[in-house]
């Protein structure tokens, strides 16, 4: 059974860092593609990064330059860390894993969420 466990969310003021982690288990995590989504109230979920199996990450142009997205295949883990947070970036992150860029039908397995809250 595939289970992303994340970590690391919480409330920060603007232009503040975060980092958040998720941890697989019950999947060959090297071979994974993994990302991040996020859902804000009263917006689409929006697809954040993804890293590839080979370490390959795409990044929404809205974080492109900000956010930076890791992974450590050794611990079934990986990281999203985002730098100079905005209001408009509170919202709940969730964890994915699948093939490819993470799109759906590609997305095999998602988080429960972590919340990340940046006060205007």
Not at 57 to 70: C, E, H, L, Q, W
Not at 79 to 91: F, R
Request: a positive charge; proline letters at 5%.
């Amino acid at each position: 059974q595939v289970q992303l466990v994340e970590s690391g969310g919480g409330s920060v003021q603007p232009g503040e860092s975060l980092t958040l982690s998720c941890v697989a288990s019950g999947i060959i995590f090297s071979i994974y593609s993994m990302g991040w989504y996020r859902h804000a109230p009263g917006k689409q979920r929006e697809l954040v990064a993804t890293i590839g199996s080979f370490h390959t990450p795409n990044y929404a142009d809205a974080v492109k330059g900000r956010f930076t997205i890791s992974r450590d295949n050794h611990k079934n883990t990986v990281y999203l860390q985002m730098n100079s947070l905005k209001h408009d970036e509170t919202a709940v992150y969730y964890c994915v894993a699948g093939s490819g860029l993470l799109r759906p039908p590609a997305i095999a397995s998602w988080g429960q969420g972590t919340q990340l809250t940046v006060p205007a």
